[in-house]
C-alpha cells in the first residue's frame, strides 16, 4: 500500500486526524519538500510529533528513482508526504500511476491547499477562480521580462472575469522563496495599476492579507514566507466588501461587477 498524505499548510499540526492516524501506522515514511515546504517545523519535529522516521527525497528521488519507494510499497504499509495537498503537482500523480502499474494499492488523504486558504483568508469566492499560474525568478526562466504563461493567464482569466492565484517561485534546495514585494514588483513592469492580494504565511497563526496596486506592493515588506499573489478579476459585491474589510483594498480600485 502507498498512502499519499497531505501535510497541510504550515507545521507538523497542519496535517488532518485522518492523516496522522494513517502516518502513525505506516512502516515507512518517504516526503518530498521541493514542491512546497512547511516552514513553522521541521522534519525533525515532524518526526517526533508523530513518533516516525521519515526519509527525504530530493526531485531526482522522486521522479526518476522512485524504485526503493514502490518496492517497499510492494510489501508495506509506506506513506508518502507533501506539503498542502499531496496530489496538487502532477509529478505525485505520476508516481501514483508507477504504483498502479505494479500492481500497488494506493489511497489519497488530502490536506489544505494554498489555493483553497487564499480564497477563504480573502473572502474571494472559490468558483471564480481561473487557472493558477507560477512567477519563476528572473534567472530561473532565462528570459526579460514576464514568461508568456504567466501575462497569458492573468489576461484570459480577466478577460473572462475571474481571479488568478499567482504562485511564487520556490527554490528549496537554495533556500529561496520569492516574496509578495519582488513578485509585485515583477509583475508592475506590465501591470503597475492592477490591484494584486498578497497572502503570506497562509495556514499558520498569524496569516496575513494585504491588498493594493501592484507597484504600490512592491514598496512593502510582508515578513516571512510562504507568500503567493491573488489578482482579482471582476469581483462580487461581497467580494469587494472582502477586500475592503479583510485587505484593506481601496474600493474605486477594484472591478466590480
Known amino acids: 500500500m502507498l498512502t499519499f498524505i497531505g501535510l497541510g499548510l504550515y507545521d507538523e499540526r497542519s496535517i488532518t486526524v485522518e492523516g496522522r492516524e494513517a502516518l502513525r501506522a505506516a512502516d ?5 519538500f521541493y514542491t512546497s515546504e512547511l516552514l513553522g517545523t521541521t522534519v525533525a519535529d515532524l518526526e517526533s510529533a508523530h513518533d516516525v522516521s521519515i526519509e ?8 526518476r528513482e522512485p524504485e526503493e519507494m514502490l518496492a517497499a510499497a510492494e510489501s508495506e504499509d509506506v506513506a508518502f508526504l507533501t506539503a498542502g495537498d499531496t496530489m496538487i503537482s502532477t509529478t505525485h500523480v505520476d508516481l501514483r500511476l508507477r504504483a498502479h502499474d505494479r500492481g500497488i494499492e494506493t489511497r ?6 494554498a489555493q ?14 481561473g487557472k493558477a499560474t507560477t ?6 526562466h532565462g528570459a526579460d521580462g514576464l514568461p508568456a504563461s ?4 492573468i489576461d484570459a482569466n480577466r478577460a473572462d472575469g475571474l481571479h488568478t492565484v499567482v504562485y511564487l517561485d520556490i527554490k528549496a534546495e537554495r533556500g529561496e522563496y520569492m516574496t509578495a514585494d519582488t513578485g509585485a514588483e515583477l509583475l508592475a513592469d506590465v501591470y503597475p495599476e492592477l490591484v494584486g492580494v498578497v497572502v503570506a ?3 499558520s497563526p498569524a496569516p496575513l492579507v494585504a491588498a493594493g496596486r501592484m507597484r504600490e506592493l512592491a514598496e512593502r515588506s510582508f515578513g516571512d514566507p510562504l507568500h503567493l499573489l491573488v489578482v482579482p478579476g471582476e469581483c462580487h459585491l461581497l467580494e469587494a466588501d472582502a477586500l475592503v474589510e479583510l ?6 480600485a477594484l472591478d466590480v461587477a
Do not use: C, K, M, W
Open 28 to 32: 515507512r515514511a518517504y516526503a518530498e
Open 56 to 63: 527525504v527525497r530530493d526531485r531526482a528521488g522522486v521522479e
Open 108 to 113: 489519497v488523504i488530502h490536506g489544505v491547499t
Open 116 to 129: 483553497t486558504a487564499a480564497s477563504s483568508l480573502t473572502g474571494l469566492q472559490n468558483y471564480r477562480f
Open 135 to 140: 512567477l519563476p525568478f528572473p534567472y530561473a
Open 150 to 153: 504567466v501575462t497569458e493567464t
Open 201 to 203: 504565511r497562509a495556514g
Open 247 to 252: 485587505a484593506g483594498a481601496e474600493e474605486d
